[in-house]
């Protein structure tokens, strides 16, 4: 069968140079800055500038009842008036959180933007931002719009990974994304578990994936996990135990469906 590469596609020379010139200074802000507050006071201008098409600026008027729409969503794009999902957990680092709830509140309401569908632009923004979320991300890393993620600073996208729309990464325990591995639309990948009887009892897992494994549409890979090299998780399937090198597996709970190093060896012996 043909092959069929991502193409390498691009906006026009302006816009690619207004794109990259925001990045790079965004970039540079948070390099500069890691005090929560300042990174807050930088993404809440810049959302209010993707969102409204203008610098934030002036006093909100709090008296006029006819204004307090306007008002609770100009306060909304500040990340100090907002709370987040893993904000809730009771096994967050708050220190760590502190320093990139900001980054991530501006990587989800990004995705919530006009130019969210810009993929040229959205790649380039969330691998910025991946560098200073994540404990580690690799070069050459595709990320679509809707990935969510919960902690971020336990997630680790080695190069050459792409990740589709609407993935789910909860790395409350850790998640390893090795070298080449796709992860298609609607998939999740987990690294805690609750107790059957008292969900608040939570246990923390360590959860990794590839290298160059494929996680299918809508498949989940529960905690700790792992899914070996070059293997792939069929549709809606759902894995409880480790996937196997090179293996394919599918359904619920996913089981071994066939070898592709097998299946490659019996091709091989046919074309001899």
């Not at 040229?120 to 070069?139: D, Q, T």
């Not at 008292?198 to 899914?227: C, F, K, W």
């Amino acid at each position: 069968m043909p092959r069929y590469p991502y193409r390498d596609l691009h906006p026009s020379r302006e816009a690619e140079e207004v794109f990259t010139r925001w990045i790079t200074y965004l970039d540079e802000e948070f390099t500069k800055h890691r005090k929560p507050a300042l990174r807050a006071e930088l993404v809440h201008d810049n959302l209010h500038q993707l969102m409204l098409g203008q610098p934030k600026g002036g006093k909100l008027n709090f008296t006029l009842t006819s204004e307090l729409p306007f008002n609770v969503l100009q306060l909304s794009f500040d990340s100090k008036n907002v709370t987040l999902e893993p904000e809730y957990y009771g096994d967050i680092d708050e220190e760590k959180y502190a320093c990139i709830k900001p980054l991530i509140y501006f990587w989800q309401m990004f995705d919530r933007s006009p130019v969210s569908l810009n993929h040229w632009l959205g790649f380039r923004f969330r691998a910025m931002l991946g560098k200073h979320i994540f404990k580690h991300i690799g070069s050459n890393v595709k990320i679509f719009h809707g990935v969510e993620f919960s902690y971020g600073y336990n997630l680790t996208i080695e190069d050459n990974c792409v990740i589709h729309k609407y993935v789910m990464l909860d790395d409350r325990g850790e998640i390893i994304i090795k070298k080449g591995t796709s992860i298609s639309d609607y998939s999740a990948i987990y690294s805690h578990a609750h107790d059957p009887v008292d969900s608040s009892i939570v246990e923390n897992r360590q959860t990794v994936i590839g290298p160059g494994a494929r996680l299918t549409y809508h498949s989940s890979v529960m905690a700790g996990v792992s899914i070996g090299e070059d293997a792939m998780l069929g549709a809606m399937g759902v894995a409880t135990k480790p996937v196997a090198d090179h293996s394919i597996v599918g359904g619920v709970p996913a089981r071994e469906l066939k070898r592709k190093d097998q299946a490659r060896r019996f091709e091989d012996e046919g074309q001899n």
